[in-house]
C-alpha cells in the first residue's frame, strides 16, 4: 500500500492535533532551508542555526493555536523574519553596550570572494530592497507569499524586487573585483 503524501498544511494541523511525527516531518523538509535563511542574513554560521530552531521552537509551541490562513511556508518564514528581527535588535543593544570599541563580528566560516562581493552588493541594497530579493531569490517564495509576510501589495512587491535586481546588478557591475590570470600577470612582467 502506498503511503500518501501530505502537504506541509495538512501535516501542521496534524502536528496541532498531537500528531508528533508530523512535526518531525516538517522539520526534515523545512530544516536546511531555514538554516539558509538565516546564514544568508548573519554572519555567524553557529548563530543563524541557533536562530533556525529557535523559529522551529516557537511553531512547536505555536502549534496548538495554528490556523491555516495562509501556506504553511509563508507562516513559517514570517515567524523567522520575527526571530531574525528580535536577533538583530538584541545585537543592536550588544553592541551599543557590551562591545568595546573597533571589535568586528565573529569570523564565521571563510567565504571565497564572490561570495564577499555578492554579499557586500545585497548589504548596499536598502533594507526593504534586500529583504524582498533574498526572499524572492534565495527562499523561493512567491510574490503573493512576499507581500503577505512583508505587508505589501503584490504589485509592490514586484516593484520592488524589479528596482533591487537592478540596483543589485548596477552595484556588482561597477563595483566588480579586477582579476588578473597568472598569464596575463607574467606577460606584463616581462614587458
Known amino acids: 500500500m502506498k503511503s500518501e503524501v501530505r502537504t ?3 501535516l501542521m494541523l496534524a502536528f496541532a492535533n498531537g500528531e508528533v511525527p508530523a512535526f518531525d516531518q516538517l522539520f526534515r523538509r523545512y530544516w536546511d532551508r531555514l538554516r539558509g535563511f538565516f546564514v544568508r542574513r548573519l554572519a555567524d554560521r553557529g548563530r543563524a542555526e541557533e536562530l533556525a530552531q529557535d523559529t522551529f521552537l516557537v511553531v512547536f509551541r505555536a502549534a496548538s493555536r495554528y490556523e491555516q490562513r495562509a501556506l504553511f511556508r509563508t507562516y513559517l518564514y514570517a515567524i523567522a523574519l520575527r526571530v531574525l528581527r528580535a536577533e538583530r535588535r538584541r545585537a543592536r543593544l550588544r553592541a551599543l553596550f557590551f562591545l568595546p570599541a573597533g571589535t568586528k563580528e565573529p569570523a564565521g566560516a571563510c567565504p571565497d570572494e564572490e561570495t564577499l562581493w555578492i554579499r557586500e552588493g545585497l548589504g ?8 524582498v530579493l533574498l526572499l524572492r531569490e534565495y527562499e523561493q517564495l512567491s510574490y503573493a507569499e512576499i507581500g503577505a509576510l512583508l505587508g505589501l501589495p503584490l504589485n509592490t512587491v514586484r516593484s520592488r ?6 540596483a543589485l546588478r548596477e552595484i556588482l557591475v561597477s563595483e566588480k573585483p ?14
Open 8 to 10: 506541509d498544511e495538512q
Open 124 to 131: 548596499r541594497l536598502g533594507r526593504k530592497d534586500h529583504e
Open 161 to 166: 524586487l524589479f528596482r533591487a535586481r537592478e
Open 178 to 191: 579586477v582579476q588578473l590570470s597568472t598569464e596575463v600577470a607574467t606577460e606584463e612582467e616581462r614587458a
